[in-house]
């Protein structure tokens, strides 16, 4: 085989790892008929009724990569109901790296609510409002989930960072292969003000809209990842970090926009802060 053509074949198999259609990325998992693949394959609805949510789930598994979704949510009086996108990983003690939109009564903004696990073990939660009315139309929530680093961001600006600090001791998910998973479910049980509003049935169904998911990721099949030391392709999320304008604008987010940050519950931990919160 020439040198030409094995590099074109390695470039094609990068391209098919980041196609962007549901129909060849993406099995709705649950739901009874209430998720539904659109549109050739360019529009993913996933409904809730009373009866039950919907869910669905990427045909790979991924060890790391950079997560693209646009997703438009739950319109009106969604209080009681929650729409997940996330990266988790099998078995009882599994890596997750979590985005949660919690709804909300109709005028009152999405919480979006982010978490991240090693090993079975959470309990990091950060919490947001959005600076613009997330049922209106599409936006871009991004996972980036590389050796160094995860960053969560919402159309191209920085939420959330959270780093390898595994030499202080922290746990950094880094050897599961994940899956890219979504769901809308009730949860109107602790979603909506802690559990004391509840789903309006009367509203239902509820549906989340998807379009333009891209996995520009390494593909996890038969123990081995699509990336390589080696290899010619070198993506940029690789090795990607903030920049001073993302450190600025990710600043902005978290002043004016943040709610929660178990990084600053003394409450909660009275024994002292995770050792991430004090790192440097």
């Known amino acids: 085989m020439t040198t030409s053509l094995l590099l074109s074949l390695l470039f094609s198999f990068v391209i098919l790892a980041s196609a962007a259609n549901f129909n060849q990325d ?24 009373k009866f039950s949510g919907s ?20 319109p009106g009086n969604s209080a009681g109901t929650v729409t997940t996108y996330y990266l988790r990983s099998e078995g009882s003690t599994w890596d997750e790296i979590d985005f949660e939109f919690l709804g909300n009564l109709s005028g009152d903004p999405y919480i979006v609510h982010t978490n991240v696990y090693t090993q079975g073990k959470g309990d990091k939660e950060q ?14 929530y991004s996972l980036l989930w590389n ?44 979603a909506t ?12 169904p509820f549906t989340a809209a998807y379009r333009n998911y891209k996995a520009d990721a390494c593909v996890w099949s038969s123990g081995k990842s699509s990336c390589s030391s080696t290899s010619p392709f070198q993506n940029s999320w690789q090795s990607q970090e903030l920049d001073i304008t993302s450190q600025e604008r990710l600043k902005w987010v978290q002043k004016n926009y943040m709610i929660y940050n178990y990084c600053t519950d003394t409450k909660r931990f009275p024994q002292g802060l995770p050792k991430e919160c004090t790192a440097p």
């Open 26 to 49: 993406i099995d709705v998992t649950w739901g009874d008929g209430r998720g539904k693949i659109l549109e050739n394959g360019n529009l993913l609805t996933l409904t809730l009724d």
């Open 55 to 74: 869910g669905f789930q990427s045909k790979n598994q991924y060890l790391f990569g950079k997560i693209d979704m646009n997703i438009k949510l739950v």
């Open 127 to 140: 919490q947001f409002y959005l600076w613009f009315d997330p049922t209106k139309d599409f936006h871009t």
């Open 147 to 190: 050796p160094q680093r995860i960053i969560f961001s919402v159309d191209g600006t920085p939420i959330r960072e959270f780093k390898d600090l595994e030499t202080t001791g922290v746990a950094f998910p880094k050897s599961q292969p994940m899956s890219v998973y979504s769901s809308l479910w009730n949860a109107d049980n602790w």
């Open 193 to 204: 003000r802690g559990g004391l509003v509840k789903t309006d049935w009367r509203k239902a």
